[in-house]
């Protein structure tokens, strides 16, 4: 079919069609091509290169669909009995989430997730609800880079540490681990297919968005610059001899803006006109459209630095994902900033600290975490001493 195959060969080739074992079961096997062991009839037995039993989770050499074909493989002796299989093969992109979500999940559960697009694409995964077991080592998620637990590992997602992973190839695994004792509700995670970084891109801060699209890409659909728009058909684009570039500032162009679980979310929409020959006959019918999201971190960092000595003022300034920005004034009124860096004060004297978001937003609100002082500029660990604390 092109990008994938409906032979019974693509299970050896690993190309199949999404749809491939629910159309074709009953496919001609291709002579000149074995395809590779699979479980799909073969449960609870040694397939030479892999395995079919349920040992293969204690050895890790399990067929590549054993958690897909074989939910009730018999446990040897020795094995720990897992809860009932989970998992399975994803397309395109959605959501899936753990066992019995939104109630509790299982003790000793392990689910396999593979997740594939198109092969000109990548994979972006956003995990948007966790609540696990408040132990790493106990239960977590694994992610990999790849169509198997051999590939490339991506990280390890536990409790309260809620992340996004993108694959560098159209393919990825997500494996779910708990241990025998304490429960809780799970997951939900979301995936989308995205382009592959030499076709496009999107960066975003507190002031901008800024969409790339290479230009080869654009041609190999048939459109160029003058064919793309957004929500608001008024922002236009730049070109230069490779590239497509709409850059505006964040609240215009029709994005819109919205929230989940804390952090803000920018979307946008690039179409298309229809691709026409000069004389005026349409010659490109094919529907573009491409999703465009900015999700924007809840935390932000600024430093500054001082150290108390006598009067010379000063200030050094970093911003964060938000382009937040932290000054020192010399009085309450916030006037007069601090510009010289370090900022030198005597003991005991009054210090006046201003923490800003450079957009204004009224939705936003800036939340101090934590203000720490010490002794040692390079040590705020084993001296440090909290002017704020966990807010």
């Given at each position: 079919?092109?990008s994938?195959?409906?032979s ?5 080739y ?6 491939f074992?629910?159309?074709?079961s009953?496919t001609t096997?291709?002579p000149w091509v074995?395809?590779?062991p699979s479980?799909r009839?073969?449960?609870g ?5 892999c395995?079919?039993?349920?040992s293969c989770e204690y050895y ?5 669909d054993?958690?897909w074909?074989?939910?009730s493989?018999t446990?040897?002796?020795?094995w720990p ?6 998992g399975?093969y994803?397309y ?5 989430t753990s066992?019995?979500h939104?109630h509790?999940y299982?003790d000793?559960s392990?689910?396999?997730w593979h997740l594939?697009?198109?092969?000109d694409s990548?994979?972006?995964l956003?995990?948007t609800?966790l ?5 790493c080592?106990?239960?977590?998620i694994?992610?990999y ?10 990280g390890r ?6 992340r996004t992973?993108q694959s560098?190839s159209h ?10 004792s304490?429960v809780?509700?799970?997951f ?10 030499n076709?496009?891109?999107?960066d975003?801060?507190?002031s901008?968005m800024t969409?790339?699209l ?6 190999s ?7 793309l728009?957004l ?7 730049r070109?230069n001899?490779?590239?497509v570039?709409?850059?505006?500032p964040?609240?215009?162009c029709?994005?819109i803006q919205t ?6 979310i920018?979307?946008?929409?690039l179409?298309a006109?229809?691709?026409?020959s000069?004389?005026?006959v349409?010659?490109?019918?094919d529907?573009?459209r491409l999703n465009?999201?900015c999700l ?11 150290i108390v000595n006598?009067n010379q ?5 970093g ?6 920005s932290m ?8 006037y ?10 005597n003991l005991?004297?009054?210090m006046y600290v201003?923490i ?7 939705k936003?609100v800036?939340y101090?975490?934590t203000?720490?002082a010490?002794?040692s500029p ?5 001296r440090?001493h ?6």
């Open positions: 079919m092109g994938c195959s409906c019974s060969s693509c299970q050896y690993g190309n199949c069609c999404h749809d074992h629910w159309y074709c009953t096997e291709d074995t395809p590779a479980c009839y073969n449960c037995s040694h397939m030479g290169s395995s079919c039993s349920s890790g050499n399990c067929c590549r054993y958690h074909y074989c939910p493989t446990d040897i002796p020795w009995t897992t809860a009932p299989t989970c399975g994803l395109g992109g959605g959501t899936f066992p019995n939104p509790h299982d000793n392990r689910c396999e594939r697009v198109p092969r990548r994979i972006f956003r995990f609800f609540e696990l077991e408040n132990c080592s106990c239960d977590y694994s992610v880079n790849g169509n198997s637990i051999g590939h490339p590992y991506l997602v536990c409790n309260g540490s809620v992973f560098t393919e990825m695994t997500v494996v779910f681990r708990t241990d025998s304490v809780a509700r799970g939900t995670a979301e995936y989308h297919s995205i382009l592959s970084p076709s496009g891109s999107v975003c801060s507190s901008t969409i790339v290479q230009k080869n890409y654009l041609q659909l048939g459109y160029e610059a003058h064919n728009f929500n608001d058909r008024s922002c236009r684009p070109e001899p490779w590239d570039v709409f850059s505006f964040i609240h215009t029709g994005n929230f989940q679980n804390s952090s803000a920018y979307s946008n929409t179409r006109f229809p691709s026409s000069g004389d005026g349409i010659t490109h019918h529907f573009f465009i999201t924007m971190a809840q935390e932000s960092e600024s430093h500054i630095m001082y006598h003022n000063s200030s050094i300034i911003t964060g994902m938000f382009n937040t000054d020192f004034y010399t009085s309450s009124s916030f007069y900033k601090v510009t010289e860096s370090p900022y030198e004060v005991n004297q009054y201003q800003n978001l450079d957009y204004y937003d009224s936003l800036v101090i975490d203000c720490v010490s002794p390079t040590d705020f660990e084993n440090a909290y002017l704020v604390r966990n807010g």
